[in-house]
């Protein structure tokens, strides 16, 4: 689904954020990016959306070669995605207006993926009406009702509060988003890598060449976060992080 | 509201009363003549004000929003843009009256344009800085939903300036219709400024010049409660989260 070969990328000259770094992900694949702040988690998914050129090297989506923002692919970010000025209903319908679906059709998928996220008592009223939880499904809502096959989240529930963050992680899960896109999700919330992704790459600081890649099979399922196989993988997670401190560390791991 | 016009209204009658000259009569001779002068032509000088005014603003918002939209993105124009904009913006306006009606008359043109000139650069100053001030994340999760450029300025720049343009029209129409009596007051036969100045004041019809101060300060209110209303309707995500 994604494929990354020589990735070159950097902010300014002669510094560089990924230099010759090479990334696979399959269909259907829940990847978390986790590392250190400021390391590149972020920059990697803006990159996999076409909204930054790479310095060089190739990325693929899909079996194409990405020339800027795709129709398929999701982004749902941290804060700032919704539009103040308009209200949840028109946020969610945003993406289907600009794609030019007839109105009376983009009412009716609205109104549906409001419901199915709880929205329908919030549906008139303007973001900074909206609590942080409600303001993320909105964003979720407006991403899902687009029938994304890369669906792309940058910290998406991290300025949430304890409760709304585990509602959204298992609400996540409970739309079985997983079966229908590949998605990425950058965190830097260890518990979240290991409970929603299947798959955990852990980035170093930069320049980026390598990441170790930590499997987790039995992630992406409600019941995971009570299993002792979950607070093992977060255990590695952790470890494999502290070695991401340390390029020789790594050097030594792959 | 209704009290403080009112208490203006009492003060005024007090100031009347107190110092007996024909110079300040009371609100009641004012209101007393108002009708007869509004049938005499007070009417049709202030409908010519109001055009003039409102063509100024609307010129004005026509041409400085698109410029300030694109000069808040692009940094290449706004490199151009704003030496012209802080070495014009505190000029006086008024001084190119002259100029104006040597230009372009003695008709409505001079007085639309000094009006157009004076809001162009309060509404591109203020666009140029909301359009710029746009985060960079909102225009990356809007360009996810497959967004091209028309799709930002119609979903993103566009709203994110209106507050701005509107507040910039509001709190410079004061001065727009100030600049708009002067320029009235002379080589004209037409507006507000020569209805008080010429036709009332130069033949000390005092009660009628205060009918001619009256439908100015009305034309003023009218525009500021105007555009307040408007702010209100179009911007009413920014009233919801108080």
């Known amino acids: 689904m994604i494929s990354l070969d020589g990735l070159e990328f950097g902010y300014a000259p002669g510094q560089s954020v990924f230099k010759d770094f090479s990334w696979r992900a399959e269909p259907g694949d829940a990847w978390a990016i986790i590392g250190p702040s400021g390391c590149g988690k972020t920059t990697l998914l803006y990159l996999l959306a076409g909204l930054r050129r790479p310095r060089g090297g190739r990325i693929a989506v899909a079996g194409e070669a990405l020339a800027g923002p795709r129709a398929a692919t999701g982004l749902i970010l941290q804060d700032y995605g919704l539009l103040p000025w308009l209200t949840a209903r028109d946020n969610v319908g945003l993406g289907l207006r600009i794609r030019g679906l007839p109105r009376r059709q983009e009412a009716e998928e609205v109104s549906t993926w409001l419901e199915r996220l709880g929205l329908r008592e919030a549906a008139e009223r303007y973001p900074s009406q909206l609590s942080g939880g409600q303001r993320q499904r909105v964003a979720i809502a407006r991403t899902l009702a687009?029938?994304?096959?890369?669906?792309?989240m940058d910290e998406p529930f991290s300025s949430l509060?304890?409760?709304?963050?585990?509602?959204?992680?298992?609400?996540?899960?409970a739309l079985g988003i997983e079966g229908q896109a590949t998605t990425v999700l950058v965190t830097?919330?260890?518990?979240?890598?290991?409970?929603?992704?299947?798959?955990?790459?852990?980035?170093?600081?930069?320049?980026?060449?390598?990441?170790?890649?930590?499997?987790?099979?039995?992630?992406?399922?409600?019941?995971?976060?009570?299993?002792?196989?979950?607070?093992?993988?977060?255990d590695q997670v952790r470890q494999a992080i502290e070695r991401a401190q340390s390029p020789a560390a790594l050097e030594a791991v792959t | 509201m209704g009290l403080a016009v009112l208490a203006l209204l009492a003060l005024w009658q007090a100031l009347a009363l107190l110092l007996r000259q024909a110079i300040l009569p009371g609100p009641l001779d004012v209101l007393l003549v108002l009708p007869k002068e509004l049938g005499r032509g007070l009417t049709w000088?202030?409908?010519?004000?109001?055009?003039?005014?409102?063509?100024?603003?609307?010129?004005?918002?026509?041409?400085?929003?698109?410029?300030?939209?694109?000069?808040?993105?692009?940094?290449r124009l706004d490199a151009i843009v704003s030496p012209f904009v802080y070495l014009t913006y505190p000029v006086p306006k008024i001084v190119f009256l002259p100029l104006a009606m040597l230009f372009l008359g003695i008709g409505d043109a001079p007085k639309i344009f000094l009006i157009w000139l004076i809001l162009f650069f309060q509404v591109l100053v203020v666009v140029r800085d909301a359009s710029h001030g746009v985060r960079p994340e909102t225009v990356y999760s809007v360009r996810s939903l497959g967004a091209k450029r028309r799709h930002l300025l119609r979903w993103v720049y566009l709203p994110a300036c209106l507050p701005a343009i509107l507040t910039a029209l509001r709190v410079s129409t004061g001065t727009a219709i100030a600049?708009?009596?002067?320029?009235?007051?002379?080589?004209?036969?037409?507006?507000?400024?020569?209805?008080?100045?010429?036709?009332?004041?130069?033949?000390?019809?005092?009660?009628?010049?205060?009918?001619?101060?009256l439908a100015m300060s009305v034309l003023g209110m009218a525009l500021y409660l105007a555009l307040d209303q408007l702010e209100q309707r179009l911007c009413a995500w920014v009233y919801a989260g108080r």
């Open chain 1, 188 to 234: 830097h919330n260890i518990e979240e890598a290991a409970y929603l992704a299947r798959r955990i790459l852990v980035l170093p600081r930069p320049p980026i060449t390598r990441a170790e890649v930590i499997e987790n099979p039995r992630g992406g399922r409600l019941e995971y976060r009570r299993e002792a196989a979950y607070f093992a993988v977060c």
């Open chain 2, 45 to 75: 000088h202030t409908a010519v004000s109001a055009y003039r005014v409102l063509a100024g603003v609307a010129l004005a918002t026509l041409t400085a929003a698109p410029l300030g939209l694109v000069a808040g993105q692009s940094k």
């Open chain 1, 146 to 152: 687009l029938e994304p096959d890369l669906l792309l």
């Open chain 1, 161 to 173: 509060d304890a409760i709304s963050r585990e509602d959204l992680q298992d609400l996540t899960l």
């Open chain 2, 179 to 213: 600049v708009l009596f002067f320029a009235e007051s002379f080589a004209t036969q037409a507006g507000l400024g020569y209805y008080i100045i010429v036709e009332t004041w130069g033949r000390t019809a005092y009660a009628e010049m205060y009918a001619g101060v």
